[in-house]
């Protein structure tokens, strides 16, 4: 996929995509050729836990899974002291939209080993694991054969580039749950439970896989850290905005003539991401709503391109982030056809587990499905947009937020659509025995 | 791990100051308060909270989202808000939210009127309802056992019946099946949820969801009454409620307490109510007449046994068991003493240790409390399977390695069912507990030289030893655990099974067992101690009132002086060398051959077995334990109250009543001159109970009142001082008896499952847990007999044998076998392929040996 930074290039050069295309990179040795794992021998050769710490600290690396908390931070909740500790990447990347993990997995294995490496140094971890979702299955072949490449050379390990450092890897498979992407609901996982979320507090750091101290980190943070050593945290944190540091991969997919991913400094305007490096909509659309960080993010409207790409911007906005994964749904899509094949992926993925999550789904779906074959009155979109408000904020994780938030967002910002809809569907099936209209296909092309 | 401290702290809920122990959860704190918090999935019971209903939301000053109370520890200073406009409308969002699923069939539903959901819909929900779609659909009612119905659509998917079975009861076969709205409880493959524990969900669900088989369309809320009594099934005698409709017991819950039973019942006591109602049960007297048992009148059948025991004197023999109450046991006791004049009272068919040691066994200062073996450091089970012998234990011990990191060691011949829960599990060989305790003893006692020997003759390895030393020593198993106790005196409870005392060298294993105890310094020290497993329900109950044969009430010295008495043991002997001629069963079982060789058998008894039926000459009506009057002595002596929840069926009388009649008429046969002579003076159980009260030392100044619905824990009191003291070791141990040579053949071990007894072949719904006679045995063995899973066999020796099928158990030792069985002996025997038998006459299950 082509790979471009932020329009006005010399700000900032490409850091996590620079040269990923570069034949061969997922082998040790065109990764180590061009400067890999140098930053691990800097760390265990120079750099004390504390002085790791203190770079991710200084260049406020924010996570990049979807809640956007500072690295250095969760790290320094991570108690001292002898015991067993964990660190697990977090490679589930399920969250629809999202496919930025998986180009960095194949393409620069080491350099989520290389990351993991260091953030276990700092952490004081000695046992990691990548959780990689389940449909990943080239992926974790690639990590795989990288991680066999890194034991032999003594990578990973027992006494790491001769250090006293240890660590053992293992690359898990999910087995294709939304919610083991959840941090807790992944730990349950991967200690061989059903993936249900677990009630925090007590909080991973403190009381995570298997009871031990554990500190979990999306595949995108990891893989940065080597860069933040190399740079120093100072001059990482010169890139992008004072609170969102760094770049960006984002994933740009849905109504857009380039989909895929790029990198882009934080705080790039967003129309720069969505019409300068994606294409826009196609020829003659234009942009109705787009979700900024992937689909559980409240939708913003053509109006909010000029927002800055940030995480304070977005929030600013009304929504989020989250997991950096654009989708731009252009004048051609209906509203309610989005918003209702939404719902339907987060009732199928919902755990179940808790009671808001659970019944508001179906609820919203029931619902929705009505709306959108004319059996629905307008007062039904009161009580929809009073579902999700009894959803957000109630639930056990934040997988119910997920769908409660952009189907709010929805039915807020295009009111008059959804009412359209329901009176359009209802003159055309006026006895409501229509089926039900088929999922929007929201590909390049395939809308025009 | 030793109870934790607790610290008081003072916090805010709807602007009132409540003082509440510093991180109990804020559902439980705000209790202290008077402040309710609704929940569903919450139950402290169950461990840690899930947090999954979400009803328990409320607001706590400094956090901005809203917190579940059930998980939110309460903190010095915190100020927690129940009542804001934002907690309500969550409250009722998830009411809202719970109900979107549930069907509204309150009217036919057994939960209606005693219904969680339903309160709390009508105290927090908004009391409208916004959803008009279709609700989720399940096939119901289906069984979820036999003796659970699950109805799918009633359930709110709280968790607590799935958290159960993998948390509590362990059996982990309940599980979440599918994700979301589709999720369902089953178990994996849709086999029937059987477990020893399992009706517990019943009583755990909020909804109606889960419902009882037996109990299904019996009753509605505002039919019933709630009777509190004590269940005497086995003799963890765990505290019931029993739901009583027009004079008839329709259920039993659990009525909680925390010293006996943690709220649990195991099924066996939930269910085997059925069996106070069915035409099987012996409702009244019967007297043989032309070889037959025929109802008679109670003057007659009293005046039978009366005349009976009257003219036997002092070849007449006693033995008490089951639940027999204690006012029972003293009565009985005087009844042989007073006015029969004879010596030979027992409640111990397998005999065991004397007066002496049973003294030193059940002194006050070695008892450990049911309680303690959760907190303890230590727990050792020994000679015992609590799940089969004491239900409820059993889960108290689990509930200590999982939530408080106790340590197991199990000593047992058979293979346990808490083997996988244990840091270390050791087997000896069948009837070998006096060289097994013997070995641990010199181990302890660092008697290097004599451990090998000991160990061989139990039958087990020094390396064992060594594990379930260094469990009670607190050593890492394998670092060379020895006799030294370095560490000091440690919380260790040992749970032993009155089994290893019982038979012609019970002396010697108590002994050992005292040895046990003295090095490692139980005596005296709060939580640690002993925890005996009686094999009768109120086993020490009895032998504190007095029912032993060499020990009046309280232990005391017997009133009869220097004759010599015929304990349980030597029973059947003593009645076939022409002794005894005649036996007064109180609720208490021989087998057929003893039976024969009496003369005359009067039994008290609630159902006929067929020996019963073949030689008893008076049989007297048993009441059941939901319609006595009395107290029960807990194994760790905890004396509890048993009160009558319906009237007695027929013309059952008061056992009481039945022992005062008796004495007053063999009274009266023996003194003509004075007729009153006999009369015991007891003409109510109140009286029966203070009698009893102060007759037993350590009972002195007990009152019915006193002992409430709790029960009162006599070593505890003042006047536990008044026990006899007796030598507690240790002792220089004999060279005890090596395991018995099978000379090719197999060692026989035996065992009673927790479905063992007449009153679950007796309840309908319980008869299909009734064994079927097996063998348990090793594959190998199974293998050089020619032997497979599933084949019927013979298993004896020299014509004693009995029909079984084989069950192939990998745990069980190589050269054992276990059968279920009293009839036969210990000793060798063989296992030969039975011949194929045309029709195979199913054995009633009702009637099967127990």
Request: charged fraction near 20%.
């Given at each position: 996929m082509?790979?471009?930074?932020?329009?006005?290039?010399e700000?900032?050069?490409?850091i996590?995509?620079r040269?990923?295309?570069?034949?061969?990179?997922?082998?040790?040795?065109?990764?180590?050729?061009?400067?890999?794992?140098?930053?691990?021998?800097?760390?265990?050769?120079?750099?004390?836990?504390?002085?790791v710490?203190?770079?991710?600290q200084?260049?406020g690396?924010r996570?990049?899974?979807?809640?956007?908390?500072?690295?250095?931070?969760?790290?320094s909740?991570?108690?001292?002291?002898?015991?067993?500790k964990?660190?697990?990447?977090?490679?589930?990347?399920?969250?629809?939209?999202?496919f930025?993990?998986r180009?960095?997995?194949?393409?620069?294995?080491h350099?989520?080993?290389?990351?993991?490496?260091?953030a276990?140094?700092?952490?004081?971890?000695?046992?990691?694991f990548?959780?990689?979702?389940?449909?990943?299955?080239?992926?974790?072949?690639?990590l795989?054969?990288?991680?066999?490449e890194?034991?032999?050379?003594?990578?990973?390990g027992?006494?790491?580039?001769?250090?006293?450092?240890?660590?053992?890897?293992?690359v898990?498979?999910?087995?294709?749950?939304?919610?083991c992407g959840?941090?807790?609901?992944?730990?349950d996982?991967?200690?061989?439970?059903?993936?249900?979320?677990r009630?925090?507090?007590?909080f991973?750091?403190?009381?995570?896989?298997?009871?031990?101290?554990?500190?979990?980190?999306?595949?995108?943070?990891?893989?940065?850290?080597?860069?933040?050593?190399?740079?120093?945290?100072?001059e990482?944190?010169?890139?992008g905005?004072?609170?969102?540091?760094?770049?960006?991969?984002?994933?740009?997919?849905?109504n857009?003539?380039?989909?895929?991913?790029?990198e882009v400094?934080?705080?790039t305007?967003?129309?720069?991401?969505?019409?300068?490096?994606?294409?826009?909509?196609p020829?003659?659309?234009?942009?109705?709503?787009?979700?900024?960080?992937?689909?559980?993010?409240?939708?913003l409207?053509?109006?909010?391109?000029?927002?800055?790409?940030d995480?304070?911007?977005?929030?600013k906005a009304?929504?989020?982030?989250?997991?950096?994964?654009?989708?731009v749904?252009?004048?051609?899509?209906?509203?309610?056809?989005v918003?209702?094949?939404?719902?339907?992926?987060?009732?199928?993925?919902?755990?179940?587990?808790?009671?808001?999550?659970?019944?508001?789904?179906?609820w919203?779906v029931?619902m929705?499905?009505?709306?959108?074959?004319?059996?629905?009155?307008?007062?039904?979109l009161?009580?929809?947009?009073?579902?999700?408000?009894q959803?957000?904020?109630?639930?056990?994780?934040v997988?119910?937020?997920?769908?409660?938030?952009?189907?709010g967002?929805?039915?807020?910002?295009?009111?008059?659509?959804?009412?359209?809809?329901?009176?359009?569907?209802?003159?055309?099936?006026?006895f409501?025995?229509?089926?039900?209209?088929?999922?929007?296909?929201?590909?390049?092309?395939?809308?025009a | 791990?030793p109870?934790?401290?607790?610290?008081?702290i003072?916090?805010?809920?709807?602007?009132?100051?409540?003082?509440?122990?510093?991180?109990?959860m804020?559902?439980d704190?705000?209790?202290?308060?008077?402040v309710?918090?609704?929940?569903?999935c919450?139950?402290p019971?169950?461990?840690q909270?899930?947090?999954?209903?979400?009803?328990c939301?409320?607001?706590i000053e400094g956090?901005?989202?809203?917190?579940?109370?059930?998980?939110?520890p309460?903190?010095?200073?915190?100020?927690?808000?129940?009542?804001?406009?934002?907690v309500?409308?969550?409250?009722?969002?998830?009411?809202e939210?719970?109900?979107v699923?549930?069907?509204?069939?309150?009217?036919v539903?057994?939960?209606?009127?005693?219904?969680?959901?339903?309160?709390?819909?009508?105290?927090?929900?908004?009391?409208r309802?916004r959803?008009?779609?279709?609700k989720r659909h399940?096939?119901?009612?289906?069984?979820?056992?036999?003796?659970i119905?699950?109805?799918?659509?009633?359930?709110?998917?709280?968790?607590?019946?799935?958290?159960?079975?993998?948390e509590?009861?362990?059996d982990?076969q309940?599980?979440?099946?599918?994700?979301?709205?589709?999720?369902?409880?089953?178990?994996f493959?849709?086999?029937?949820?059987?477990?020893?524990?399992?009706?517990?969900?019943?009583?755990?669900?909020?909804?109606?969801?889960?419902?009882?088989?037996?109990?299904?369309?019996?009753?509605?809320?505002?039919?019933?009454e709630?009777a509190?009594?004590?269940?005497?099934l086995?003799?963890?005698q765990?505290n019931?409620?029993?739901?009583?409709r027009?004079?008839?017991?329709?259920?039993?819950?659990?009525r909680?307490?925390?010293g006996?039973?943690?709220?649990?019942?195991?099924?066996?006591g939930?269910?085997?109510?059925?069996?106070?109602?069915?035409?099987?049960?012996?409702t009244?007297?019967?007297?043989r007449?032309?070889?037959?048992?025929?109802p008679?009148?109670?003057?007659r059948?009293?005046?039978?046994?009366a005349g009976a025991?009257?003219?036997?004197g002092?070849?007449?023999?006693?033995?008490a068991?089951?639940g027999?109450?204690?006012?029972?046991?003293?009565?009985?006791?005087?009844?042989?003493?007073?006015?029969v004049?004879?010596p030979?009272?027992?409640?111990?068919?397998?005999?065991?240790?004397?007066?002496?040691?049973a003294?030193a066994l059940?002194a006050?200062?070695l008892?450990?409390?049911?309680?303690?073996l959760?907190?303890?450091?230590?727990?050792?089970?020994?000679?015992?399977e609590?799940?089969?012998?004491?239900?409820?234990?059993?889960?108290r011990?689990?509930?200590?390695?999982?939530r408080?990191?106790?340590?197991?060691?199990?000593?047992?011949?058979?293979?346990?069912?808490?083997?996988?829960?244990?840091?270390?599990?050791?087997r000896?060989?069948?009837?070998?507990?006096?060289?097994?305790?013997?070995?641990?003893?010199?181990?302890?006692?660092g008697?290097?030289?004599?451990?090998?020997?000991?160990a061989?003759?139990?039958g087990?390895?020094?390396e064992?030893?060594r594990?379930?030393?260094?469990?009670?020593?607190?050593?890492?198993?394998g670092?060379?655990?020895?006799?030294s106790?370095?560490?000091?005196?440690r919380?260790?409870v040992?749970l032993?099974?009155?089994r290893l005392?019982?038979?012609?060298?019970?002396a010697?294993?108590?002994?050992?067992?005292?040895?046990?105890?003295?090095?490692?310094?139980?005596?005296g020290?709060?939580?640690?101690?002993?925890?005996?497993?009686?094999?009768?329900?109120?086993?020490?109950?009895?032998?504190?009132?007095?029912?032993?044969?060499?020990?009046?009430?309280?232990?005391?010295?017997p009133?009869?002086?220097?004759?010599?008495?015929?304990d349980?043991?030597?029973?059947?002997?003593?009645?076939?060398r022409?002794d005894?001629?005649?036996?007064?069963?109180?609720?208490?079982?021989?087998?057929?051959?003893?039976?024969?060789?009496?003369?005359?058998?009067?039994?008290?008894?609630?159902?006929?077995?067929d020996?019963?039926?073949?030689?008893?000459?008076?049989?007297?009506?048993?009441?059941?334990y939901?319609?006595?009057?009395?107290?029960?002595?807990?194994?760790?002596?905890?004396?509890?109250?048993?009160?009558?929840a319906i009237?007695?069926?027929?013309?059952?009388?008061?056992?009481?009543?039945?022992?005062a009649?008796?004495?007053a008429?063999?009274?009266?046969?023996?003194?003509?001159?004075?007729?009153g002579?006999?009369?015991?003076?007891v003409?109510?159980?109140?009286?029966?109970?203070?009698?009893?009260?102060?007759?037993?030392?350590v009972?002195?100044?007990?009152?019915?009142?006193?002992l409430?619905?709790?029960?009162?824990r006599?070593?505890?009191?003042?006047?536990?001082?008044?026990w006899p003291?007796?030598?507690?070791?240790?002792?220089?141990?004999?060279?005890?008896?090596?395991?018995?040579?099978?000379n090719?053949?197999?060692?026989l071990?035996?065992?009673r499952?927790?479905?063992?007894?007449?009153?679950?072949?007796?309840?309908?719904?319980?008869?299909?847990?009734v064994?079927?006679?097996?063998?348990?045995m090793?594959?190998?063995?199974?293998q050089r007999?020619?032997?497979?899973?599933?084949d019927?066999?013979?298993?004896?020796?020299?014509?004693?044998?009995?029909?079984?099928?084989?069950?192939?158990?990998?745990?069980?030792?190589?050269?054992?076998?276990f059968?279920e069985?009293?009839?036969?002996?210990?000793?060798?025997?063989?296992?030969r392929?039975?011949?194929?038998?045309?029709?195979?006459p199913?054995?009633?299950?009702?009637?099967?040996p127990s």
């Open positions: 082509s790979t471009t930074t932020a329009s006005n290039g700000r900032a050069q490409p996590l995509f040269g990923i295309d570069e034949e061969g990179l997922h082998t040790l040795e065109v990764y180590r050729r061009r400067g890999g794992y140098d930053s691990l021998k800097r760390v265990l050769d120079a750099m004390s836990p504390a002085d710490l203190a770079e991710l200084a260049s690396l996570g990049r899974g979807g809640a956007g908390f500072q690295m250095g931070k969760k790290v909740f991570m108690p001292a002291g002898q015991m067993d964990y660190l697990i990447c977090n490679a589930d990347e399920s969250e629809p939209g999202t930025k993990d180009e960095l997995m194949q393409k620069s294995p350099m989520l080993i290389e990351g993991m490496i260091i276990a140094y700092a952490a004081g971890a000695n046992r990691a990548i959780y990689i979702r389940g449909e990943y299955q080239a992926q974790a072949d690639i795989d054969a990288a991680l066999v890194a034991q032999a050379e003594g990578l990973v027992e006494r790491i580039l001769d250090s006293d450092f240890e660590l053992t890897l293992v898990h498979r999910g087995a294709g749950a939304y919610i959840e941090e807790t609901g992944l730990l996982s991967l200690e061989g439970k059903r993936g249900n979320p009630l925090k507090p007590p991973p750091a403190n009381q995570g896989l298997y009871q031990g101290p554990t500190l979990i980190n999306n595949v995108e943070t990891l893989a940065t850290v080597p860069h933040i050593i190399r740079m120093g945290g100072a990482y944190a010169k890139v905005t004072e609170t969102s540091t760094g770049t960006k991969l984002v994933s740009v997919s849905g857009v003539q380039r989909p895929g991913n790029y400094e934080l705080g305007p967003s129309r720069e991401i969505i019409y300068g490096l994606a294409g826009g909509p020829e003659g659309r234009t942009v109705k709503l787009w979700f900024p960080g992937g689909s559980s993010a409240p939708v409207t053509g109006d909010d391109l000029d927002v800055p790409y995480f304070d911007a977005l929030a009304g929504s989020m982030l989250g997991s950096g994964a654009i989708i749904v252009d004048d051609s899509v209906p509203v309610v056809a918003a209702l094949k939404l719902a339907k992926f987060y009732k199928h993925e919902s755990c179940g587990k808790c009671t808001p999550c659970r019944e508001g789904t179906r919203t029931s929705l499905e009505r709306v959108d074959n004319g059996l629905a009155t307008p007062m039904d009161d009580i929809m947009a009073s579902v999700q408000e959803i957000i904020g109630n639930c056990l994780c997988l119910g937020d997920a769908m409660a938030m952009p189907i967002s929805m039915v807020a910002k295009f009111r008059d659509e959804f009412e359209a809809h329901i009176e359009a569907a209802r003159t055309r099936n006026p409501g025995d229509e089926q039900p209209s088929p999922d929007p296909v929201l590909v390049q092309g395939a809308a | 791990m109870r934790p401290e607790i610290h008081m003072t916090f805010t809920v709807d602007g009132r100051e409540v003082r509440a122990p510093e991180n109990a804020l559902v704190a705000a209790k202290l308060g008077d309710e918090i609704p929940v569903f919450y139950e019971k169950l461990g909270p899930v947090g999954a209903c979400r009803m939301l409320v607001e956090i901005p989202k809203l917190q579940t109370g059930c998980s939110t309460v903190k010095d200073g915190m100020v927690v808000i129940t009542q804001s406009e934002r309500k409308e969550a409250q009722e969002a998830i009411v939210f719970l109900l699923n549930h069907p509204l069939d309150c009217p539903c057994d939960k209606g009127g005693e219904c969680p959901l339903q309160d709390i819909s009508f105290g927090w929900g908004g009391g309802s959803f008009i779609e279709p399940f096939e119901k009612p289906l069984a979820l056992s036999p003796l119905a699950i109805d799918r659509e009633r359930c709110i998917l709280c968790y607590r019946c799935v958290r159960f079975s993998q509590i009861s362990e982990y309940l599980i979440l099946a599918e994700r979301s709205a589709d999720t369902y409880v089953s178990t493959d849709g086999h029937p949820y059987v477990a020893p524990f399992s009706g517990n969900i019943i009583e755990l669900c909020p909804v109606g969801a889960l419902t009882s088989q037996p109990y299904r369309f019996r009753a509605r809320p505002w039919d019933i709630g509190g009594s004590v269940c005497t086995c003799p963890a765990c019931v409620e029993l739901t009583v027009d004079e008839r017991v329709l259920r039993v819950l659990a909680q307490h925390p006996v039973d943690d709220g649990w019942l195991c099924d066996k939930r269910f085997a109510y059925q069996s106070v109602h069915v035409d099987e049960r012996i009244r007297p019967m007297v007449e032309g070889g037959e048992l025929r008679v009148s109670w003057e059948a009293l005046d039978e046994a025991l009257g003219r036997a002092a070849q007449s023999a006693v033995l068991g089951g027999a109450t204690n006012e029972e046991g003293y009565l009985l006791q005087r009844l042989a003493r007073e006015a004049g004879t030979h009272v027992d409640s111990r068919a397998g005999g065991g240790p004397g007066r002496e040691l003294a059940g006050p200062a008892q450990a409390t049911v309680p303690d959760e907190h303890a450091h230590a727990v050792l089970v020994l000679e015992t609590p799940v089969d012998d004491m239900p409820i234990v059993d889960l011990i689990r509930k200590g390695v999982r408080n990191r106790v340590r197991l060691a199990v000593a047992t011949p058979r293979p346990s069912s808490l083997d996988r829960n244990a840091d270390v599990s050791v000896y060989a069948p009837g070998c507990g006096e060289a097994f305790v013997a070995a641990l003893s010199a181990m302890l006692g008697e290097g030289k004599n451990v090998d020997e000991l061989s003759s139990a087990t390895t020094v064992a030893l594990g379930v030393t260094g469990v009670l020593r607190g050593v890492e198993v670092e060379g655990a020895t006799g106790d370095e560490a000091g005196p919380d260790i040992i032993w099974g009155e005392t019982q038979g012609r060298r019970g010697a294993a108590a002994r050992g067992l005292l040895n046990v105890a003295a090095r490692l310094r139980l005596g020290r709060e939580g640690a101690g002993l925890l005996e497993v009686p094999v009768a329900a109120n086993g020490r109950g009895l032998r504190e009132a007095g029912v032993l044969h060499d020990a009046g009430p309280g232990l005391s010295e009133p009869h002086g220097e004759m010599a008495a015929i349980g043991l030597e029973l059947p002997d003593g009645l076939a022409g005894l001629t005649t036996l007064l069963l109180w609720d208490a079982e021989v087998d057929a051959a003893t039976l024969a060789a009496a003369g005359t058998v009067i039994a008290h008894a609630a159902f006929l077995t020996a019963l039926r073949a030689h008893a000459t008076v049989v007297l009506p048993a009441e059941s939901a319609e006595k009057e009395g107290t029960v002595t807990h194994p760790d002596g905890r004396v509890q109250r048993l009160r009558p009237g007695r069926q027929g013309g059952v009388r008061p056992g009481w009543q039945v022992l009649d008796l004495m008429r063999v009274g009266a046969t023996q003194d003509p001159a004075d007729p002579a006999g009369d015991p003076r003409l109510t159980g109140p009286m029966a109970s203070r009698q009893l009260f102060e007759a037993v030392p009972y002195a100044g007990l009152t019915l009142e006193e409430g619905g709790r029960g009162v006599w070593p505890a009191r003042e006047q536990a001082a008044a003291r007796a030598d507690a070791g240790p002792f220089g141990l004999e060279v005890p008896p090596g395991p018995v040579k099978a090719g053949d197999l060692r071990g035996t065992f499952s927790i479905w063992a007894g007449p009153e679950v072949g007796h309840s309908p719904a319980l008869r299909f847990l064994p079927k006679p097996r063998v348990e090793a594959p190998a063995d199974a007999r020619n032997v497979t899973q599933g019927h066999v013979t298993v004896g020796h020299n014509g004693a044998a009995l029909h079984a099928t084989v069950v192939l158990r990998d745990a069980v030792p190589r050269g054992t076998v059968v069985t009293d009839a036969l002996r210990a000793g060798p025997v063989d296992v392929k039975a011949p194929p038998r045309a029709g195979p199913a054995p009633d299950p009702a009637e099967a």
